[in-house]
């Protein structure tokens, strides 16, 4: 009983001093709210901020490996352009090759080309046109959808 009359007193006390506190501060609940919300802005700008912050550097690092991934696409097809480049250099300096040519005897063309590709085997398909654009020969002899005369390499 005693306990519980002290403790009357002692919540006595404690409502008499927050009454005291509230008459100091009387917009206690209004300043707390006002905390809260400027402690819940900051937060969501610390949190808009760091979103931005991580999408920049995302994004930064996707196009520095698109810029490389293409920086090694070009340096690839140069260099088998260049090998292709090369190869009709090859053919066009053959004396005998350009004869056959300009005869039109393309069964006789088509077996120096299938040397080429032995010695170049990245050259999947070698072909020969004429002077209208027409293919004439072409290495390896099979084309599908096309016919060869005598499976000699020559388009009908």
Same mark, same amino acid.
């Given at each position: ?6 403790q009357e007193k002692t919540g006595a006390a404690i409502k008499r ?12 609940? &209004?300043?707390?709210? !006002?905390? %809260?919300?400027?402690?819940? =802005? /900051?937060? @969501? ?35 088998? &352009?260049?090998?292709? !480049?090369? %190869?009709?250099?090859?053919? =066009? /300096?053959? @004396? ?61």
């Amino acid at each position: 009983m005693q306990s519980d009359l002290h403790q009357e007193k002692t919540g006595a006390a404690i409502k008499r001093g927050m009454g005291k506190v509230a008459a100091l501060f009387p917009h206690t609940r &209004l300043s707390y709210a !006002v905390v %809260i919300v400027l402690a819940f =802005a /900051a937060i @969501v700008v610390a949190a808009v901020q760091s979103y931005r912050s991580i999408d920049r550097e995302l994004t930064e690092a996707v196009l520095s490996k698109n810029a490389a991934l293409a920086e090694l696409t070009t340096v690839t097809l140069s260099e088998k &352009l260049d090998r292709l !480049v090369d %190869i009709g250099v090859s053919l =066009a /300096a053959r @004396v005998r090759f350009r004869q056959m040519i300009g005869e039109g005897k393309w069964v006789e063309a088509s077996h120096i080309l299938a040397g080429v590709r032995t010695d170049f085997p990245f050259v999947d398909r070698i072909g020969l046109n004429d002077v209208e654009g027409t293919l004439r020969a072409v290495v390896p002899q099979n084309l599908r959808g096309q016919t060869t005369k005598e499976g000699n390499g020559l388009i009908e």
